[in-house]
């Protein structure tokens, strides 16, 4: 189902908000992002090209954007107008922000009771904490996650992806789907919560089972999965990559020994003997580049996988280029790559022609003429700064 219909007011200025709206927009919603008047900070994290933050601009594609004061009553009466026809709102401040500003969902649900109302916050507004700051470092922390991802001196290792901000993202986005689904039935909007820290948590869904159940910790349980065994973990190659090895089943297991020439393995118990094992394949692995093992088991259909670089994985596929990368057309940058999303192949929309919206300030005035503003009002917004700044 396409949301080409829906309308998206996006308040958000965080990675776990934009990454909700960023789903809609791929799956053809309107976004439009209200945005204060000085750069967030996601605008200002480097990598830095011609003034222009690519980590800002990852996820911006296809949204129209508005820089407006909302400590201002124009700014905010100019907000109210917007809400009229829109069907989603999202927001990732802290809990009462919103609220704060004259933007709470109480108050906009009474502009126009068919809104879908979506905060994303670290703990939810009924938590003892709502108030407490935090990034998704502070969220994979206090969830276990860093407790269950160590190196081989028992030290935490910072997940390269921020789990928490994309879990919560992702969840905001089906959330409000299904509540735009429940909404036609009913002809109500709602108010959603996420929690980041609950989004974080989630993803321990497997061993935080085992661990409540038995009552252990999940490095106490030697049946987990996943674990460093070694049938599945990554071995370093000859050229100092990295080969990672998931034999889990009996007959993949049998053919890896096999293209290895290592099937006496097979007389020892993979938990007792895991160590001696993982050892005599290391061994091995170890004799040839990790190009010379892709080649090895090229259609050997036995669960090996080089350790690729993002440059690698784009082409991984053997169709060429992941149906996932498409092009942002940015003002001053030009093309810029974007990763998408597997959902967003089956929108029927075309890619390569991802915009960017880089002048806020002609953006702003063409919103807010389309919402009944006319000339003087805008300029008069713009001389007392609420606009244009």
């Given at each position: 189902?396409?949301?080409?219909?829906?309308?998206?007011?996006?308040?958000?200025?965080?990675?776990?908000?934009?990454?909700?709206?960023?789903?809609l927009?791929?799956?053809?919603?309107?976004?439009?992002?209200?945005?204060?008047?000085?750069?967030?900070?996601?605008?200002?994290?480097?990598?830095?090209?011609?003034?222009?933050?690519?980590?800002?601009?990852?996820?911006?594609?296809?949204?129209?954007?508005?820089?407006?004061?909302?400590?201002?009553?124009?700014?905010?009466s100019?907000?109210?107008?917007?809400v009229?026809?829109?069907?989603?709102?999202?927001?990732?401040?802290?809990?009462?922000?919103m609220?704060?500003?004259?933007?709470?969902?109480?108050t906009?649900?009474?502009?126009?009771?068919?809104?879908?109302?979506?905060?994303?916050?670290?703990?939810?507004?009924?938590?003892?904490?709502?108030?407490?700051?935090?990034?998704?470092?502070n969220?994979?922390?206090?969830?276990?996650?860093?407790?269950?991802?160590?190196?081989?001196?028992?030290?935490?290792?910072?997940?390269?992806?921020?789990?928490?901000?994309?879990?919560?993202?992702?969840?905001?986005?089906?959330?409000?789907?299904?509540?735009?689904?429940?909404?036609?039935?009913?002809?109500?909007?709602?108010?959603?919560?996420?929690?980041?820290?609950?989004?974080a948590?989630?993803?321990?869904?497997?061993?935080?089972?085992?661990?409540?159940?038995?009552?252990?910790?999940?490095?106490?349980?030697h049946?987990?999965?996943?674990?460093?065994?070694?049938?599945?973990?990554?071995?370093?190659?000859?050229?100092?990559?990295?080969?990672?090895?998931?034999?889990?089943?009996?007959?993949?297991?049998?053919?890896?020994?096999?293209?290895?020439?290592?099937?006496?393995l097979?007389?020892?118990?993979?938990?007792?003997?895991?160590?001696?094992?993982t050892?005599?394949?290391?061994?091995?692995?170890?004799?040839?580049?990790?190009?010379?093992?892709?080649?090895?088991?090229?259609?050997?259909?036995?669960?090996?996988?080089?350790?690729n670089?993002?440059?690698?994985?784009?082409?991984?596929?053997?169709?060429?280029?992941?149906?996932?990368?498409?092009?942002?057309?940015?003002?001053?940058?030009?093309?810029?790559?974007q990763?998408?999303?597997p959902?967003?192949?089956?929108?029927?929309?075309?890619?390569g022609?991802?915009?960017s919206?880089?002048?806020?300030?002609?953006?702003?005035?063409?919103?807010?003429?389309?919402?009944?503003?006319?000339?003087?009002?805008?300029?008069?917004?713009?001389?007392?700064?609420?606009?244009?700044?």
């Amino acid at each position: 189902m396409s949301l080409a219909h829906i309308k998206v007011l996006d308040f958000t200025h965080l990675l776990p908000g934009e990454i909700a709206s960023t789903l809609l927009s791929d799956m053809g919603a309107e976004v439009l992002r209200i945005e204060r008047q000085e750069p967030t900070l996601n605008e200002r994290l480097p990598p830095i090209v011609d003034g222009e933050s690519l980590y800002f601009w990852s996820l911006h594609r296809n949204k129209r954007r508005i820089k407006i004061d909302l400590k201002t009553d124009a700014g905010i009466s100019a907000v109210y107008k917007l809400v009229e026809s829109a069907d989603v709102v999202i927001e990732n401040f802290r809990p009462a922000v919103m609220e704060r500003l004259g933007l709470g969902a109480d108050t906009l649900q009474k502009i126009n009771d068919k809104l879908v109302y979506c905060s994303i916050s670290g703990y939810g507004s009924q938590s003892k904490w709502s108030a407490r700051p935090g990034h998704d470092l502070n969220f994979v922390a206090e969830t276990g996650i860093l407790y269950e991802t160590q190196d081989q001196n028992g030290a935490p290792i910072m997940p390269a992806v921020f789990v928490s901000d994309y879990m919560s993202g992702t969840y905001a986005s089906l959330a409000i789907v299904a509540a735009l689904l429940e909404r036609e039935q009913s002809g109500k909007g709602k108010k959603l919560e996420i929690s980041m820290f609950e989004s974080a948590l989630s993803a321990l869904g497997v061993k935080g089972t085992m661990s409540l159940y038995l009552n252990l910790d999940p490095s106490e349980i030697h049946t987990k999965y996943p674990d460093a065994l070694p049938n599945h973990r990554v071995y370093l190659c000859q050229d100092g990559r990295y080969l990672a090895v998931a034999p889990v089943e009996t007959e993949f297991w049998i053919k890896f020994l096999t293209l290895i020439n290592r099937t006496d393995l097979l007389k020892k118990d993979l938990l007792k003997d895991r160590h001696f094992i993982t050892d005599e394949i290391a061994a091995v692995i170890q004799t040839k580049t990790m190009a010379d093992w892709v080649a090895h088991f090229q259609d050997a259909n036995c669960c090996v996988s080089p350790v690729n670089k993002v440059s690698e994985a784009v082409n991984f596929l053997p169709e060429g280029q992941c149906h996932i990368v498409t092009h942002m057309e940015h003002s001053r940058l030009g093309p810029v790559p974007q990763l998408t999303n597997p959902i967003r192949r089956n929108q029927d929309q075309a890619s390569g022609n991802d915009q960017s919206c880089s002048d806020t300030v002609a953006e702003t005035e063409l919103v807010l003429k389309s919402i009944g503003l006319s000339d003087e009002q805008i300029l008069a917004m713009k001389a007392c700064g609420i606009i244009g700044r």
